[in-house]
């Protein structure tokens, strides 16, 4: 079992930055897929970007705006936010799974979550 907790979220203008972090418990972090997803008020817990092994996935609608990253010596996950838009406000998620079964953009295939941190982005 993992556990995970996110830091880094806060209150930025459109077109800011902001860095995201998510560290995992557990010895073995790095046979994980990991993966970032985020949920605006009233709405599902859609997929922003995911990491298994080296290689990078990513939603389209964050296509050269983020970057997701990971350091295995440290256990942790990164979420590089550049250009942000008002529509990226929402908690942020990181999910993790060693059960490489069904989609890596599906929230339903994560059965590890962190407690989510708060992204708001100002027009």
């Known amino acids: 079992q993992v556990q995970l907790i996110e830091s880094g979220g806060g209150l930025v203008q459109a077109g800011g930055s902001l860095r995201l972090s998510c560290a995992a418990s557990?010895?073995?972090?790095?046979?994980?897929?990991l993966g970032w997803f985020r949920q605006a008020p009233g709405k599902g817990r859609d997929f922003v970007a995911g990491?298994?092994?080296?290689?990078?996935y990513y939603a389209d609608s964050v296509k050269g705006r983020f970057t997701i990253s990971r350091d295995n010596a440290k256990n942790t996950v990164y979420l590089q936010m550049s250009s942000l838009k008002p529509e990226d406000t929402a908690v942020y998620y990181c999910?993790?799974?060693?059960?490489?079964?069904?989609?890596?953009?599906?929230?339903?295939?994560?059965?590890?979550w962190g407690q989510g941190t708060q992204v708001t982005v100002s027009s």
């Open positions: 999910g993790a799974r060693n059960n490489y079964g069904g989609s890596y953009s599906s929230s339903t295939n994560y059965p590890y």
């Open positions: 557990g010895r073995t972090f790095g046979n994980y897929q």
């Open positions: 990491i298994s092994g080296d290689r990078p």
